[in-house]
């Protein structure tokens, strides 16, 4: 990401994390209509589900610049989701759903170059992560 695209997603974040409990109305309802298959594996409190996915916005946000903060967290997550039955195509519609979603919060201050910031921070913690995973890199070895 260039740092352009990294101040691009925090400005953006934080227009819409002013009503995180809104936004993440906004994002399951969204996800849900784009995969209802994904409903069932939310079982407890959806308001309780939405702060957590604004705090892991929030932490991923913020950390753009140090991103080997980020992946552990990211990687963490994504083995909790695996053993709820998330799978790989899952996080496409995942994706889709945010981006809708930001779309809704931010209005016309969602443009084309925000869009691709977005896009740009899905792709870079998506990418390190599996970089991390095929090469079996360690925290230890990016000291």
């Given at each position: 990401m260039t ?8 400005t953006?974040?934080a227009q ?6 809104a936004?993440?109305a906004?994002?399951?309802n969204k ?6 298959s ?7 409190d ?13 932490f991923?946000v ?11 967290a990211?990687e963490d ?16 519609t995942?994706a889709?759903?945010?981006?809708w979603t930001?779309?809704q919060g931010?209005?016309?201050?969602f443009t ?6 977005w896009?740009?921070?899905?792709v ?5 992560r599996?970089?991390?995973l095929r ?9």
């Open positions: 740092s352009q695209q990294i101040d691009l997603v925090q953006s974040f819409v994390r002013a009503t995180p409990d936004v993440a906004l994002f399951y996800l849900f209509e784009l995969d209802p994904l409903r069932p594996m939310f079982r407890g959806l308001t309780e589900q939405g702060r957590k996915l604004m705090q892991m916005l929030s991923a913020s950390s753009l610049r140090r991103l080997e903060q980020i992946v552990p990211v997550l994504g083995r909790r989701h695996a053993s709820y039955g998330v799978r790989d195509q899952h996080y496409a995942v889709a759903a945010l981006l930001l779309e931010l209005g016309a201050g084309p170059e925000v869009k691709a910031a896009v740009a921070m899905m870079c913690v998506a990418s390190w599996w970089f991390r090469w079996s890199i360690n925290d230890s070895d990016l000291a």
